[in-house]
């Protein structure tokens, strides 16, 4: 998601903000860690201080008695009297200040016997002094006790400087690291935020750029955008304002629709429809479905300028905010009326042609070139075949052929092309076994986007064994045909030998023939002397019998 440079803007200083309150802790532990260290080595020398007080105050004390000693004044007295209740004091600041430490707290334990000790021996020399006079005292102090129990003071105390004098060692060199780790802290910390300042300014100065160019990019886009608008003649494209006034208006629309810009601007996209539909309330649902859904999209008729109707594919698309508040509505709309009457000349086609399918008396299927799964019959395969239209479109080609013609019709299959193909007689099993020869017509088309090819076969048993017959009858007549040929050479032959047989014999036969018909002629005209009647009805008999016979010899030669 595209974040806005306001958004930005405050993301970088929550950023800031939460970068510099991690940094602001760290400083303040940094700080912190810089004081107590501080306040620790500042301790550190308050226990030294007390320590030195303690050993003076002690000093005091002795140094105070031996003058009263010495001299028997008792204004001498007066340190001795102060410096008693002042090293009281320090031991209990002391006890304050080294409460935390175990160690301190025995030698202070020490300290405090030892300066007891060395008060009470003080007192005892100042009874002495002022009981028994400067010798007695003198031979006390000669004994060396108090200085004993001085040196036992100082031991004690020194002893306890060594020791902060190692804690003042670790935590002056604490306080050190603190102070520069507290300064390298607050180093970092302003340079990060100086590096955060610069990288949100570069950030800010980035986006600024970019959403600059983005605007002049879209300044551009936006006049492309109109132009492609206004030069795509084939679509009206204009928007709508919430109410559904037109409010925009592109040259395709003014083609189509008929209107001209200044026309049409702030009239309601109502008048695009019949009377009839924005008495339904078309146009006010179809807005509202678009409003709710996003867009609203269809198919549907149409009303011109001129009153004419146009077929239209109608997309109307909802115009909302980032906030989701209606802007207003674009509509693109495209004349579809001829498209449409293709569609229903198609469609008639199709059905023309389904039908054609259905009714055709021959068996015919569409099959899958890839798979040959059936992919549609007819009724009249289902008759000659006798499986169901089911039991059809679970089956492949293969099935309906004898295993021998698989190979082969696979081949076939692999190497067709588009077109129209006799594929030539081949044979086919029906479900009861039978099989039957069929003459193939195919055709090589896409199918439902699937390669298939339509196959019409035409049974062709019937007439394949009435061309066997036909055949067998044909070798037979060509057989008899040989053979009579054969005899019309014999019968020539034998018409040869009979004319030459008749002709000889005719001339035999006619010889005496013609001289048994001229002498008769010449016996019945009387040349050789008049005939009695007997004589002339003999002579009448031979004329008329070799007559008879020359007529019979004519027609039978």
Known sequence: MEWSIHRKTAAGLAVIALILAVAAGLTYRSSRAFIQASEWVSHTHEVLTELESTVSAVADAQTATRGYIITGQEALLEPYKAAAPAIRNHIERLESLTADNPSQQRHLADLRAAVTKKLESLQLN???????GFDAARQRVATGTGTLQMNEVRTIISE???EEDSLLKRRDRDFRLSAEKTTLTFSAVVLLEFLLLATVYYILRTD????????????????????LVDGATDYAIFTLDPLGHVASWNQGAERIKGYKAHEILGRHFSCFYSPDDVQSGKPARELRIATDEGHYQEDGWRIRKDGSRFYANVLITALKDKGGNLRGFSKISRDI??????????EESEDRHRKLFDNNPHPTWVFDRESLRFLAVNAAAVRKYGYSRDEFLAMTIKQIRPPEEIPALIERVGTLKDGYENAGIWRHRCKDGTNIDVEITSYALTFAGRPAEVVVAADVTQRKRAEEEKQKFAETLAATNQELEIRN???EHATQLKSKFLASMSHELRTPLNAIVGFSDLLGEGVPG???DKQKRFVNHIRQGSAHLLQLINDIL
């Open 160 to 162: 306890m400087k060594r």
């Open 489 to 491: 050479r014999q019968v």
């Open 337 to 346: 009326t001829r498209e449409r009457q293709a569609k229903e000349l198609l």
């Open 530 to 532: 008049e005939l009695n």
């Open 208 to 227: 600024i750029t970019r959403r600059k160019r983005t605007e002049e990019r879209l300044g551009a886009s936006e006049e492309r955008f109109r132009l």
């Open 126 to 132: 100042i009874n002495l002094r002022s009981q028994q």
